[in-house]
Nanobody, 123 residues
Framework: QVQLVESGGGLVQAGGSLRLSCAAS????????MGWYRQAPGKQRELVASITSGSGGSTNYADSVKGRFTISREDAKKTVYLQMNSLKPEDTAVYSC???????????????WGQGTQVTVSS
């Protein structure tokens, strides 16, 4: 029932910028958190950035992207963004959006994933 659709990936030169978007749709009661993971070839998947929902929401970032990436959200659109600046070749990876949500108030939280979008940074 729930679908996450990502966009914005592509090829960019080192020092450039990309903006990733992820929109959630379907029967969703509440979204507790959304964020982005990435996985490069031969490496473990790592959490890049996350943001919790609500007025008291907070953000967190991997040390490797602090100061360069910014995560944000638009609650009305159920959309999370990742603004990536000063990109480095080591940022090259498949970036996957996730959403921690409940379908109903009685349901437990489940993690839903997007298909992933490729980000390639050339030197």
């Amino acid at each position: 029932q729930v679908q996450l659709v990502e966009s914005g990936g592509g090829l960019v030169q080192a020092g450039g910028s990309l903006r990733l978007s992820c929109a959630a749709s379907g029967n969703i009661f509440s979204i507790n958190a959304m964020g982005w993971y990435r996985q490069a070839p031969g490496k473990q998947r790592e959490l890049v950035a996350s943001i919790t929902s609500g007025s008291g929401g907070s953000t967190n970032y991997a040390d490797s992207v602090k100061g360069r990436f910014t995560i944000s959200r638009e609650d009305a659109k159920k959309t999370v963004y990742l603004q990536m600046n000063s990109l480095k070749p080591e940022d090259t990876a498949v970036y996957s959006c996730y959403s921690l949500l409940r379908v109903t108030f009685r349901s437990p939280e489940y993690v839903y994933w997007g298909q992933g979008t490729q980000v390639t940074v050339s030197s």
